[in-house]
């Protein structure tokens, strides 16, 4: 056989044979990964909406899910906003928890990010990010206090933190909350967001 | 074609030809995962997995494979078993797999995989490459496994996330951060050579 074309049917059918395995193993283990995400996100409305026994789906749309968190008289208590956005290189995925009015933060989760090791991935640690995302006044947009402060006393009632040293992270992530927030308020609106639909628990 | 006996084969990924300690290979992950032993475990596994089997791959067709491209047809097979690797800790270990994050899909640029398909693999019969993936896989676990001991006992006093120390041990934060890694890397590299140089004055 020429060389040439010995070259291009090696590679093709290597190609072809790894896509095809691949393709099994995703099947195989698609079903899984799907539940344990979903897990996922269950355990975070319990931890971004306080007080949570139950909870609801509430609106569906890609990338940007909205769950009701309840009480143990079945009330409504607060929002749990699944949604996604571009990082600093892939999308972070994360949940905010709201009170009802859509006036305050309860909580923020980071369910899945590829940030830079050491500097973005931060956007999921404590201490430095995400306690100070409780308790935020919503009812207008959020904004960036740059440079970092170390308590969140030192921040006005509608600020968070940046993480020094990853701003593009700590600003992708509000924008994505500060959208997500726009975006529920607008459905609320509306008239879209119906109590019930589909319960998760 | 390589002339040592199978045991040798074997036993030299483990001292002779550590891929860590003595051939500085795969640090990055050496670096990066082994604050906690379990992670340091995962990733040793994961990478012994995708060695192993690229290796028999690799020794099977390597005959097929005409050199010019030989490196991209390595790459192909390796990613194809760090993806099988990456599903497979998502789907059973969501944990372990969201602590590794970025770092088992970066198995693929693992250089002890690629040289040891470029070095031996496509070079032996599949037996000798699979002892030789074995060998050299335990040396990589084991090193995992000694690195990310010292610096889980040191960094957080606990192993394998029980509590070993007692109450008077104030954690040494610093080793479970990046910098602990070097310290810890480099210390072992020190005692590994210091315990070369010994042995082979002694002969």
Redesign the interface.
Known sequence: MK?SV??VV??TS??LL?GS??AT??IL?KE??EL?KQR?VEAAIIKVVPGTESSTKLYEAKDFKVYGGKNQDGTLIGYGILVSGIGFQDKITLMLGTDISLTKTTRLEII?Q?ET??LG?KIEDEDVFLKFWEGRDCSQAISLRKPAVKTAEELAASEVNTITGATISSESVLKIVNNSVEKLRQLIKEGQIQDGEQDVH | MSTRSIGQEFTKGLWNENPVLRQLLGLCPTL?VTGWVINGLAMGLATSFVLIFSSIVVSIIKK???S??RI??YI??I??FV??AD??L???F?DIS?DL??YVPLIVVNCIILGRQEAFSSKNSVGRSLIDALGMSSGFVLTLLVLSSIREILGSGTYLGHQVMGSWFTPWIIMIL?AGAFLALGILLGIALHIEKKTKSRI
């Open positions: 060389l010995q070259m090696v590679l290597v190609g790894s395995f691949l193993v995703g283990t899984r990964v344990n996922e899945e590829k090791p050491g991935a | 990066a097929l494979i005409p010019q491209v991209a047809s192909v097979i990613a194809t993806t099988v599903r497979f998502a789907a059973y969501p969201k994050g970025p990046p």
